[in-house]
């Protein structure tokens, strides 16, 4: 089955620096890549996602990457700000029904 | 208005008791998961429904077991409680399946002591 691998596990920045994310999946059959955020005590929320016939997609300050060949996808988040610290979960499915992934998480600090 | 609501939103209980949860979407979605979230924040998936339909159900306890009586609800009724089945159980919906995003509930934190 799927298997998502992210990296790093936590990730400190300063205010106004970008953060990058990394996450690679198994099942080369995977087509959509969604990427959530989730809050101290929230709810996980969906922030952007790409499919696998597009390269890149941008959304405002956000942007992700997918390299299906390297079977590998990225979480770029610029001009970082304190309200960006929370978990980030990058997640991987294939056909219709077919069940959503998550990788372990990614802790980001955006410190002031 | 909410989208995705769970019922309760904490609950603690002893060991060896049933409870359930409750979770229901206004959203008009077809899918309806249920995840567990652990202590480390790792989501895993438990079940889905689809249209009433059970199309995923991982490898959980048989003492787990979920209910939808129609696809804007999805109930999770857990028998003989165990410390280790303390988590947040997350809700969430999506339309036509797990590739268009899903739609979370607040969670349900599960205390077993």
């Known amino acids: 089955g799927e298997n998502v691998e992210q990296h790093p596990s936590t990730l400190s920045v300063q205010e106004g620096d970008s953060a990058v994310i990394k996450c690679t999946y198994s099942?080369?059959?995977?087509?959509?890549f969604p990427w959530y955020k989730q809050e101290l005590g929230k709810r996980p929320q969906l922030i952007i996602d790409?499919?696998?016939?597009?390269g890149e997609k941008k959304d405002q300050r956000i942007a992700v990457t997918l390299n299906k060949t390297a079977k590998h996808f990225s979480l770029h988040i610029t001009e970082t700000q304190p309200e960006d610290s929370a978990v980030y979960f990058c997640?991987?499915?294939?056909?219709?029904?077919?069940?959503?992934?998550f990788g372990p998480g990614t802790s980001l600090s955006v410190i002031p | 208005d909410t989208a995705v609501s769970q019922t309760p939103k904490y609950l603690v209980t002893q060991m060896g008791n049933d409870k359930s949860i409750k979770c229901e979407q206004n959203?008009?979605?077809?899918?309806m998961y249920w995840y567990k979230q652990d202590s480390k924040k790792f989501l895993k998936i438990m079940f889905s429904?689809?249209?009433?339909?059970?199309?995923i159900n991982e490898t959980v306890p048989n003492r787990f077991s979920p209910k939808s009586p129609d696809k804007a609800h999805l109930n999770l009724h857990i028998n003989s409680l165990e410390l280790g089945d303390s988590a947040v159980y997350f809700c969430?919906?999506?339309?036509?399946?797990?590739?268009?995003?899903?739609?979370f509930g607040s969670g349900t934190r599960l205390t077993v002591v």
């Open positions: 790409i499919r696998s016939n597009v």
């Open positions: 969430a919906s999506s339309q036509v399946g797990g590739d268009y995003g899903y739609t």
């Open positions: 099942d080369s059959a995977s087509n959509y």
């Open positions: 997640a991987a499915s294939g056909t219709s029904y077919d069940k959503v992934i």
């Open positions: 959203l008009g979605h077809d899918t």
């Open positions: 429904y689809n249209n009433k339909e059970l199309i």
